[in-house]
């Protein structure tokens, strides 16, 4: 099948050559035979930051262009994209619609995120979502949805044969509950190190002088809106405990690792930790919700004993404490931890029966088999 495939290979810019989406999206494909016209969108990506409407219209005009001298050329089964609203003129998904070459976008995080895809989705005939209670979401707006879970790629994500010198590990950024549940850790007795973006807070003195600052700012504000005082409030309470963590845990607290790096690190940890809460539009003073991450499946393709938040989404994937250790709150979580660093004969068996679901069940190669049959493009 001839694919014209638009995605970016970074899930996170600020790791360094991060190539999560391309080993994870593209080279499956490659991998199960496909012709892949890759359109890179690395440069382009400021547009949905900025709503920058010259690069958007600058962007819009090369991908039509570049599609339609790839259909030229040879017609393309299938156009898959990974875009957002503000990158791209939904015009240029409505033009492609109308040679008859289906159209499908994939997006994540639209539990608390949404509004990166409301603009765009109704102009393509499928509309891929990771989370599986989103369905509605895209209903109420006229699109089409499509449960395409997380998965990962074998290739790349696979046990490493390393000394495990490392009690519990986190990869992710500092956002939420997660600063949290790492304190809660740490100041009862596990060596966790967590490493990502806002784990280590330099120039703690001036972010003190500033938050004083802002807090006296609020406090007049409150008279006039008490709505801004309550988002404010919340915002200072959440960077305060964010902060706190690096302050009186440095030792334990990391920048960002690159891929390899995170790859060798599950191999490396008794058990490596997710933590599925996000807040709604990632804003403190709304409310908490949960989501599953690529994490919660590249650790177990990678070999880890990986220790989560339950979900019954996550349950469907993994059996829960057999393949994968799920907790419903923190002191169930440092239970399970606590257990489990103390039976390593039982750890292994979790870690290598989620290993094995993970390789059955749970590769992208599977997933976009399952893809093709289900919107009858298996035979093309």
């Known amino acids: 099948m001839r694919i014209f495939q638009v995605i970016g290979s970074s899930t996170n810019g600020v790791i360094k050559n991060n190539q999560t989406w391309y080993r994870n999206l593209y080279e499956p494909l490659i991998e199960l035979g496909h012709d892949v016209v890759l359109f890179k969108i690395e440069e382009d990506e400021q547009a949905v930051h900025l709503y920058d409407t010259q690069i958007r219209a600058r962007f819009s005009e090369k991908l039509e262009k570049s599609f339609l001298q790839t259909h030229k050329q040879r017609p393309v089964d299938f156009f898959f994209s990974y875009l957002m609203d503000g990158m791209v003129d939904p015009s240029v998904i409505d033009s492609i619609r109308k040679?008859?070459?289906?159209?499908?976008?994939?997006?994540?995080?639209?539990?608390?995120?949404?509004?990166?895809?409301?603009?765009?989705?109704?102009?393509?005939?499928?509309?891929?979502?990771?989370?599986?209670?989103?369905?509605?979401?895209?209903?109420?707006?006229?699109?089409?949805?499509?449960?395409?879970?997380?998965?990962?790629?074998?290739?790349?994500?696979?046990?490493?044969?390393?000394?495990?010198?490392?009690?519990?590990?986190?990869?992710?950024?500092?956002?939420?509950?997660?600063?949290?549940?790492?304190?809660?850790?740490?100041?009862?007795?596990?060596?966790?190190?967590?490493?990502?973006?806002?784990?280590?807070?330099?120039?703690?003195?001036?972010?003190?002088?500033?938050?004083?600052?802002?807090?006296?700012?609020?406090?007049?504000?409150?008279?006039?809106s008490p709505s801004v005082q309550h988002r404010a409030s919340a915002n200072l309470a959440d960077h305060d405990l964010r902060r706190y963590v690096g302050d009186r845990f440095p030792q334990n607290v990391h920048p960002p690792i690159s891929d390899d790096e995170l790859i060798a690190l599950y191999s490396r940890s008794h058990i490596s930790l997710g933590f599925l809460e996000v807040y709604d539009q990632h804003d403190p003073s709304r409310p908490v919700t949960q989501h599953l991450h690529l994490r919660e499946f590249e650790a177990p393709m990678s070999g880890a004993l990986y220790c989560t938040g339950y979900m019954d989404e996550l349950a469907e994937m993994f059996e829960p404490d057999k393949e994968v250790l799920m907790y419903r709150n923190q002191y169930e979580l440092i239970d399970k931890v606590r257990y489990y660093l103390m039976h390593p004969d039982q750890a292994e068996q979790i870690r290598k029966a989620g290993h094995l679901r993970a390789l059955r069940d749970h590769t992208y190669q599977n997933r976009f088999k399952s893809l093709f049959n289900q919107i009858g493009l298996e035979k093309r």
């Not at 994939?106 to 209670?133: A, G």
């Not at 707006?141 to 590990?169: C, E």
Request: charged share 15%; hydrophobic share 40%; glycine share 6%.
């Open 99 to 224: 040679l008859g070459v289906p159209t499908c976008n994939f997006s994540c995080n639209n539990v608390h995120q949404f509004y990166l895809v409301d603009e765009l989705s109704p102009h393509f005939d499928y509309n891929l979502h990771s989370e599986k209670n989103v369905r509605e979401k895209f209903l109420t707006i006229g699109a089409n949805p499509l449960w395409w879970p997380m998965a990962s790629n074998p290739k790349y994500f696979k046990p490493m044969d390393v000394p495990r010198t490392i009690q519990a590990s986190f990869v992710g950024a500092n956002y939420a509950l997660r600063a949290r549940y790492v304190a809660y850790l740490l100041e009862n007795g596990i060596d966790v190190h967590a490493y990502g973006p806002n784990w280590q807070w330099g120039h703690t003195l001036r972010w003190r002088g500033t938050a004083q600052h802002y807090r006296y700012l609020f406090r007049v504000l409150t008279a006039f």
